[in-house]
């Protein structure tokens, strides 16, 4: 059974940076778009950005040019660089299957706080 584990999470002031990591156990890792998810308080989940098995990217509109999204297929990982943090990035932050979700992992609690 594949599990999600995200780590990297924090605190951070606004305009600060954190890397995220999540580490997918299974062997079928490299064969799925993977996504980094995020959910505010009081919010519902939102799709924060994707990456393809071939590398194609796409963000939200509210992280464009701030996240960047990358993937290790031998280590099983992806990967969501955060700079320019702002205080409505607060969130806990997951990671899944952009499609074919799998159980949600524990998530990684991100606070942009001055």
């Known amino acids: 059974q594949v599990q999600l584990v995200e780590s990297g999470g924090g605190l951070v002031q606004p305009g600060g940076s954190l890397k995220l990591s999540c580490i997918a156990s299974?062997?079928?890792?490299?064969?799925?778009?993977m996504g980094w998810y995020r959910q505010a308080p009081g919010k519902q989940r939102e799709l924060v950005a994707t990456?393809?098995?071939?590398?194609?990217?796409n963000y939200a509109d509210s992280v464009k040019g701030r996240f960047t999204i990358s993937r290790d297929n031998a280590k099983t990982t992806v990967y969501l660089q955060m700079n320019s943090l702002k205080p409505e990035d607060t969130a806990v932050y997951y990671c899944n299957r952009r499609s074919s979700l799998l159980g949600w992992g524990k998530g990684t609690l991100v606070t942009v706080s001055s």
């Open positions: 299974g062997s079928t890792f490299s064969s799925y778009t």
């Open positions: 990456i393809s098995t071939g590398g194609t990217t």
